[in-house]
Structures are given as structure tokens and as C-alpha cells.
């Protein structure tokens, strides 16, 4: 007797179908996670390049003028790169009088950015600055030295949970609080130039 050979359809059944959709899932989940770390590593990079840049520039200040880029300072003193006259003073841009900066030297060189994020911001006009912001979309801050001891005394990210500290031998500590900036959560994102 002659059997009839089975013919199966050819396609997937729903459980392998199913199976291959999860295995994609998972694969993707893991990249994107990846992905995300990768970028977050890039932005702190970028944050510590510019805040030693800003630090640098600070000192070749004080290296060329002998004084702070701030006037009026008895004490150290903590400054947003949101506060225009000193980062105009670094930039060589400032228009105050008397100027700070006589010579218009342009100690700070750091790449625009772009809607208040990782970079400097100039008006809409693209006529004043506007401020020096990190990856974050916050502002970077510095401590100078304005008892000029070299001793900066209290440094602190201001974030729930950091330590001040003192800093011996500095005219100037530059930091960024990171992506936590606006939640206060821990310090362990910030950026600084002093060590971790």
C-alpha cells in the first residue's frame, strides 16, 4: 500500500515567530543600554575638556594680570559660566570700564553650542554671550581665589551627598554637576578638575 507523502506548509508558527521577536527585543534592549552609556561617557569627556580649558584659562589669566578675572573679590569666590562679565573677561570680549582684560587676549577658546547646550551660547543676535553651558544643559562653576592664598577652601559640587573639601595649591577649581543637576541626587555624575 502506498502512503501519501505529508505535506507541511512552509512558514513559521506562531511560537517560533514569537521566540525570534523576543530574541530581537532583548538584543536591542542591550543596545540601546549600551548606546547610552557610550553617549553619557562622551558628554563627561567633553564636560572635564572644557572645564580644564576653563580652569586653564583662569590661571594664564591670573599669570598674565596677577589678579583673579573678578573684581572686587576679599574671599574665594564661587561663579557660574552664566555670569557674563567674567566669561567675556576670559573671552576677551568684555566692554566694561575700566577693562579687566586691557589687551584683549582670548584665554578661553571653547566650541559654540547650541539651544543652551555643550558649548557658548550667544544671543539671538549672535552679538553678546550668552553663557557657557555643559552637555547637560547646565553651568559650569568655578571657585577662584580671591584671598590669593592658593588655598580654596570649601570646595563642593553642591550636591546632596559631596563633600567640601579644601584644595591646597589652587588658584581656581572648575566643576559640573552632571545630568543630575536640576535633581540633587548624588555627586557621583559631576565632573571635576580636581579628582573625583
Known sequence: MKTQPSHRQSGFTLVEL???IAIIAVLA???FAAGNAAIQKA???TALATAISIESA???FYNEYGT???ENMT???TVKTTDIPILEVLLGLENTTPPMNTRAVKFLSVKEGKSNKNGLIYNTAGTKVAGLYDPWGGPYFMMLDGDYD???KSVSTGQSGAVAKSLNGRRVAVWSEGADAKTKK???DDVTTWGQ
Do not use: F, Y
Request: charged share 20%; hydrophobic share 40%.
Open 18 to 20: 514569537l521566540v525570534v
Open 29 to 31: 534592549g542591550a543596545g
Open 43 to 45: 558628554r563627561k569627556t
Open 58 to 60: 583662569v590661571n594664564n
Open 68 to 70: 583673579m578675572p573678578k
Open 75 to 77: 574671599a574665594d569666590t
Open 150 to 152: 592658593e588655598i580654596l
Open 186 to 188: 548624588s555627586s557621583a
